[in-house]
């Protein structure tokens, strides 16, 4: 589980320098369909991941 929470820990941090480049990028703007594809992507990631990992078939609460 520790392993488990470092992954989603380091990827959350570079989601949001990402987030943050993009924000200054386009001019403080958000592109709001973008973060919601790589939210997306992210969440998927992760079920699969620990899925994966653990072999639970047991959701993660969002």
Do not use: D, P
């Amino acid at each position: 589980m520790a392993v488990f929470k470092l992954l989603s820990r380091t990827i959350m941090c570079y989601m949001h320098l990402e987030i943050r480049a993009s924000s200054i990028a386009n001019n403080k703007q958000i592109n709001s369909r973008f973060l919601a594809e790589k939210i997306k992507f992210l969440k998927l990631w992760l079920l699969s991941t620990y899925n994966k990992t653990y072999g639970s078939k047991k959701y993660l609460k969002a």
